[in-house]
């Protein structure tokens, strides 16, 4: 039972950190290389897309006109954003300027020889064979590729997070103090008047059997 | 639209739901505190006894209208100052 709890709470451990490193935001730096739009299948990768009724349309194939950011990192390997508004309510990040961003990010398009640096806020993950992009946020130029810029957001909301948990921990503290250890105890009480009160009556009952018995006996 | 009007719903459905909360957890705090105010006083009659809830009683009343008693108000007020802030963070700033 004890390993079974175990393995549950690692798991749950796990599911939480994949939510959060999901949904909170990042920074990288990188380099825009081109700005498009192109016809996206979105099948059982539903999911890591925006909600079908944020605005996008989706033809009768199932098929949205998504647009694309493609970028270069300090490394050299590619990273390829896309560019969706999120809608209202998950994840709630309330972007509806897409075609905004998108005009900036093709505004800092740069080439290998004269590269423009930029720190692309984004959630969301890569994952290149369910064809899963991150959801670029916001653009902002920096002066070169080792300007990585403190990821402010991400960490006010981990603080938030752990002051509501703090707050929950603290009201169920006084909840089981107040509420249930006297419910819990006055139980208790009761429980325990109730069994004296059988005992009595078992000892008296076994008295009357025993005198009866005896009696019978001729004692 | 629609999904504007959901997220009003859903935001007031949570907030309220952690108004209330929060309202019962400030309000059992003060009894406590009240409760050991008076066994401070009364240290010969400490203890679960009719005066004292008859002291908290009255002590509690009108202790919404306090400023800790609005705290719980808060919760009401600063998610929808988040979402305002997230919002001009996102598309405008």
Known sequence: MRWF???????????????????????QTVRITNTYNRLTDIG???????????????????????RFIDTVRPNGKPHVYRNEDTGWIWPPYFKYDSSNLHAQATDLR????????????????????????????SIKPVAGPEVKPFNWAAQIILLILGALLFLL?????????????????????????LDARADAARDRARGRMRRWWDGLRGR | MIAFLRLIGMVLLVELVFYLLIGTYIRS?????????????????????????????RSMVGFSKTLRGRLALLVLVLPVVAIIVIIVIVNYY
């Open chain 1, 44 to 66: 059982a990768n539903a999911f890591f897309y925006a909600s079908p009724d944020t605005g996008t349309v989706q033809n009768a194939q199932g098929q949205r006109d998504v």
């Open chain 1, 169 to 193: 921990w603290r009201m169920w503290n006084q909840f089981r103090e107040r509420t249930i250890d006297p419910a819990v105890r006055s139980a208790d009480e009761a429980w325990d008047r």
């Open chain 1, 110 to 137: 740069s080439t290998a020889a004269s590269p423009e640096w930029v720190s692309v806020t984004s959630y969301g993950w890569r994952i290149a064979w369910l064809s899963v992009y991150p959801n670029a946020i």
């Open chain 2, 29 to 57: 705090l003060r009894r406590e505190e009240l409760e050991k105010e008076w066994d401070r006083r009364h240290p010969e009659r400490a203890g679960l006894s009719p005066e004292r809830a008859e002291f908290v009683r």
């Open chain 1, 5 to 27: 709890l175990t393995v549950l709470g690692v798991i749950f451990g796990i599911v939480v950190f994949l939510f959060l490193d999901y949904t909170l935001p990042s920074k």
